[in-house]
């Protein structure tokens, strides 16, 4: 079993924001196994979508909480799948990448994300895996990165963004059945 969350905040008001990257790469990757995948359900403090891709079950889990709190929906959705730490992959946003390139990693460090971090305390370890998803640019130095997160994309941004989340949709189910390092070598 597969547990793979997509962070981000919860309504339309943020929606379309720099901080819900990884929630709209989790949805990407749903559209682009939507036959696979029954529909979305209210559960543990989320949203929740089952299904098998490649032979594998996998849960799909859109935290509801702020992102600051993601690691409450992931805790109780890991409790209950049985999901080891080694079997979530947790997608979100990077504002010290470059607008849509990606970084896979094994484990590591928050970085600085707030959601990682609520996720990494709740679960009592950083060996998780996580796809970064670059939303950076030149105003990220003209403002706080609090407020730069919280920003809209620009229709310019829109294109490269919509590109990097079908690449996000394919590095993720390149996880459910390669070897991490190759995944790595081909998507970063």
Known sequence: MKLI??????????????????????RAFHTLHVEEFDGWKEKFQGLVSEGRVGGE??????????????????????????????????????IDLPLSKLRIRADGSTGGHKGLASVFEMMGTEDIARLRIG????????????????ERFGAEEEVPLADALDRAAEALTALLTEDAEAVMSRFN
């Open 5 to 26: 969350v997509g962070l981000g905040n919860p309504g339309a008001k943020y929606e379309k924001t720099r901080h819900n990257a990884g929630a709209r790469a989790v």
């Open 57 to 94: 079950k996998v849960a799909l889990l859109l935290p509801q909480t702020f992102m600051n709190e993601s690691g409450r929906a992931v805790r109780e959705a890991a409790d209950f799948w049985k999901a080891s730490p080694r079997d979530i992959v947790v997608v979100s946003d990077d």
């Open 135 to 150: 939303v950076g640019n030149e105003m990220l130095e003209k403002m706080p990165s609090e407020k730069f997160v919280l």
